[in-house]
């Protein structure tokens, strides 16, 4: 199973199009001693709001279901070869570079990343910033380690945290 995440800047912007730094093809190799990314569990999953009843004169009422809030996807994977040179296709370079740049953009306020996961395509998303049904992810954090420097062939572990947003406006 291939996991491409990917982050658009502009509308009219797909994954067939933008080029290696806005997106990264988990899976795609099965070598790891090459420098590539690999995924090694997806989770999702829905929260939902539950709010306290503010109206405290009414009897049984104290928690109400809100409704569905966001999704959230949770990608755990590793880089293998982490020593690889080439800064325009690190992909650890690529990744920290998403961590620390904004998350949304006047074009997609919902959030700039996508998501499409080849054999679970119900839960791809394709940033649209446009219309009345904006919606993206937000890429809300990266954790990477335990860095073992024992391990051969040498790779980074990492934990990804993606969010659907889908805004008051929705």
Do not use: C
Request: proline letters at 2%; aromatic letters at 8%; a negative charge.
């Amino acid at each position: 199973m291939t996991l491409t995440l990917y982050r658009v800047n502009t509308p009219g912007q797909t994954i067939s199009i933008l080029d290696a730094n806005e997106k990264i093809i988990y899976n795609n190799s099965t070598d790891i001693t090459a420098h590539a990314g690999f995924i090694t569990n997806v989770e999702i999953s829905n929260t939902t709001g539950i709010g306290n009843n503010q109206a405290a004169e009414q009897d049984l009422g104290d928690h109400q279901d809100l409704g569905s809030v966001e999704q959230i996807y949770t990608i755990t994977g590793f880089i293998s070869k982490r020593t690889e040179t080439s800064t325009a296709t690190n992909l650890i370079n690529i990744m920290k570079k998403w961590d620390d740049e904004v998350k949304t953009n006047a074009n997609f306020v919902h959030g700039r990343f996508g998501i499409y996961i080849d054999d679970f395509i119900q839960y791809n998303v394709a940033p649209d910033g446009t219309g009345s049904n904006q919606v993206g992810l937000i890429w809300k954090s990266i954790k990477w380690g335990p860095l073992d420097f024992d391990r051969l062939p040498l790779a980074a572990d990492f934990i990804i945290q993606l969010i659907v947003d889908k805004g008051d406006d929705q």
